[in-house]
């Protein structure tokens, strides 16, 4: 049950494109295909951005994207704006447990 | 609305307990497997325990195993954590989670109850 490996930080300008990065091993992120990614803005409850590696629960904007290969997996946010400041958490999904990231602040410059 | 409302959270010494309780409304509450995920303060998110909906099937992170209990009361569409033999580490903000039924997701998260551990 060791936490999957994010980047503590990233930044990107309103309008570009920025990837989170989430590496597990073969026992839980490349094991199922299931990661889901989080939006967590402090003090408030965290909100499911991704599950299924790729797959968008209805109301998330078209604007976040995930992906997979092997180990990694990817959150892809593009055209930035501001209210997507926060920290971002990847979770896999390893048959009896779940395993979160270590969480990647995201900062819009 | 579907909503998570976690309740029972304060200031115990270490060694102390404490319970958390989680009351669901606006879905079929024995339908789904419920969590707990806790925040320690300046730290990232912690899986803490899952319990299905007919609570057969119980985990516990390694962290918790042996002084926490989960258990669900489907009658009053509520959930609950027993924390026992609490340690300063186990200070945090615990979120009652639902994970979904057609997306392997923690879909729904309450607010957050908070624990500290201090003496």
């Known amino acids: 049950q060791s936490a999957l490996t994010q980047p503590r930080s990233v930044s990107g300008s309103p309008g570009q494109s920025v990837t989170i990065s989430c590496t597990g091993t073969?026992?839980?992120?490349?094991?199922?295909?299931?990661v889901s990614w989080y939006q967590h803005h402090p003090g408030k409850a965290p909100q499911v951005m991704i599950y299924?590696?790729?797959k968008r629960p209805s109301g998330v904007p078209g604007r976040f994207s995930g992906s997979q290969s092997g180990n990694t997996a990817s959150l892809t946010i593009s055209g930035l704006q501001a209210e997507d400041e926060a920290d971002y958490y990847c979770c896999a999904y390893s048959g009896s447990f779940k395993v979160f990231g270590g969480g990647t602040k995201l900062t819009v410059l | 609305e579907v909503q998570l409302v976690e309740s029972g959270g304060g200031l115990v010494k270490p060694g102390g307990s404490l319970r958390l309780s989680c009351a669901a409304s606006?879905?079929?509450?024995?339908?789904?497997?419920m969590n707990w995920v806790r925040q320690a303060p300046g730290k990232g998110l912690e899986w803490v325990s899952s319990?299905?909906?007919?609570?057969?099937?119980?985990y516990y992170a390694d962290s918790v195993k042996g002084r926490f209990t989960i258990s669900r009361d489907n009658a009053r569409n509520s959930l609950y954590l027993q924390m026992n033999s609490l340690r300063a580490e186990d200070s945090a903000v615990y979120y009652c989670a639902r994970w979904g039924s057609s997306m392997y997701s923690f879909d729904i998260w309450g607010q957050g109850a908070m624990v500290t551990v201090s003496s």
């Open positions: 299924d590696v790729s």
């Open positions: 319990i299905s909906g007919s609570s057969i099937y119980i």
């Open positions: 073969s026992n839980d992120v490349g094991g199922y295909n299931y």
């Open positions: 606006g879905f079929t509450f024995s339908s789904y497997s």
